[in-house]
């Protein structure tokens, strides 16, 4: 079992719905979640950071956090075409400092 | 601040040859982090450091791979000899010490053996 892991995707989402990307994670210790956006061509570039069970929203994006069933989600409300790329999912685990990440899903947002 | 700073940006190199990647972290951030991404496996971490000294380099695939970090605003990469296998895009990150700190990222070096 992969330490993270995400849809490979692609997610098609009109222009204006809300995508929902998803993420599981296997180590229970795990205590920190970042969600990164990476556009092809481009470097990894951070969206939301999530440390307690629940939801955090930052403008168009909610970051949502489940410890007991190890997941971790990123809503994506009034979606746009600017928004298509590939979404990272990582998590930082108690006592190792690097991040580990999933393989990423693809998002395609259509005009 | 100018952000993560990796150098070359492509880099094409034949088969056996020596290949080395350069990295400058952001000023301040104690945390250096090597990643590779490929198709196949993904951002994958190889090595991280922590002022300046390696703590982790169980991601490094082998012998061929080595890293230094030699002062506080540069390190390196180094694949001697280099593999086809090793074509990827190779990622320096840096961060600053604390729970919700995120990694910094550079633009990349896409390196291509043939």
């Known amino acids: 079992q992969k330490e993270v892991e995400q849809n490979s995707g692609p997610l098609s989402v009109p222009e204006g719905a809300i995508a929902s990307l998803n993420c599981t994670y296997s180590d229970r210790v795990s205590q920190s979640f970042f969600w990164y956006r990476q556009y092809s061509g481009k470097s990894p570039e951070l969206i939301m950071s999530i440390y307690s069970n629940g939801d955090k929203e930052d403008g168009r994006f909610t970051a949502q956090l489940n410890k007991a069933s190890q997941y971790v989600s990123l809503l994506i409300r009034d979606s746009q075409p600017s928004d298509s790329a590939t979404y990272l999912c990582a998590v930082r685990n108690t006592g190792r400092r690097a991040l580990t990440f999933g393989s990423g899903t693809r998002l395609q947002v259509q005009p | 601040d100018a952000g993560v700073i990796q150098s070359p940006r492509h880099e094409v190199t034949e088969m056996g040859q020596e290949v080395t990647l350069r990295c400058k972290p952001i000023s301040g951030h104690d945390y250096l982090f090597w990643y590779r991404q490929t198709m196949m496996r993904g951002l994958e971490l190889l090595i991280y450091?922590?002022?300046?000294?390696?703590?982790?380099d169980s991601g490094m695939p082998e012998d061929r791979f080595s890293a230094k970090m030699p002062n506080a605003s540069f390190s390196t990469l180094k694949i001697q000899p280099s593999e086809p296998r090793d074509s990827a895009v190779y990622f320096c990150a840096s961060s600053l010490p604390g729970k919700g700190t995120e990694a910094f990222f550079g633009q990349g070096t896409r390196l291509t053996v043939v």
């Open positions: 450091f922590n002022n300046n000294v390696p703590i982790d």
